[in-house]
């Protein structure tokens, strides 16, 4: 299968302070998502994002295929943010997807 | 708000019992996943069920098995619990494009907490 590895593992950040969450993996997809996991355990898909960048208010993402990797920028950080992210591959079967080990992002006021 | 919901919410059960774990899906949506989370890790897929069919399967024994139903309902039963089956359980589902096809977002549900003592 595909090893999908994100940095950083924890994180810790002031209120208002940006961040790069990175997602690295080890083969060619053609699906990458990306999800926020809180405290209650409900995944919400925050990008949908295979190439290219895309944005949403405070946050961003940009998969760069060719290199394997893809990037959460998260500005302007509130505490609302704390929780996982996850992001999630799918080799280009649509059969199963591979989630990364997550980056545990705590905000404080 | 995903569309995808799951019950039971927790369940608690006795080593060697064994459980049916419910999800409905988005409306429209013939693919549904399950996913097992445990503490601190990130989830590892189970299967995947598209037009009820499994087609798809992580490394999980057979002890876990699965349906999908017409109405985007869908099961997970696992049989004679083990311990380390305690973990959070996630179904997701998504409009998959053919057999082999391209497949669009994935939406989860809350997940059901299982506790197996």
């Known amino acids: 299968g595909i090893q999908v590895e994100q940095s950083p593992p924890d994180l810790i950040l002031q209120e208002g302070a940006n961040s790069t969450l990175r997602c690295n993996f080890s083969d060619s997809v053609n699906n990458l998502q990306w999800f926020h996991q809180n405290p209650w355990g409900q995944l919400i898909n925050l990008f949908y994002i295979p190439s290219g960048t895309k944005q949403n208010g405070r946050l961003s993402a940009t998969t760069v295929a060719t290199e394997r990797y893809s990037l959460l920028y998260i500005s302007s950080s509130q505490t609302t943010d704390s929780g996982v992210y996850f992001c999630a591959v799918d080799r280009g079967t649509g059969n199963q997807f591979y989630f990364g080990t997550g980056t545990s992002l705590t905000v404080i006021p | 708000e995903t569309g995808v919901t799951q019950s039971p919410t927790h369940l608690i059960k006795t080593r060697g019992q064994q459980v049916t774990l419910r999800c409905s899906s988005q409306s429209g949506h013939n693919t549904v996943s399950w996913y097992q989370q445990a503490l601190g890790q990130g989830p590892q897929f189970i299967f995947q069920y598209y037009r009820e069919e499994e087609n798809g399967r992580g490394n999980f024994p057979p002890r876990f098995s699965g349906l999908q139903f017409p109405n985007y309902s869908s099961e997970l039963n696992v049989n004679a619990l083990e311990l380390d089956d305690s973990a959070l359980y996630l179904c997701?589902?998504?409009?998959?494009?053919?057999?082999?096809?391209?497949?669009?977002?994935?939406?989860f549900g809350p997940g059901t907490r299982l506790t197996v003592l």
């Open positions: 997701a589902s998504r409009l998959k494009m053919g057999l082999a096809g391209n497949t669009d977002t994935q939406y």
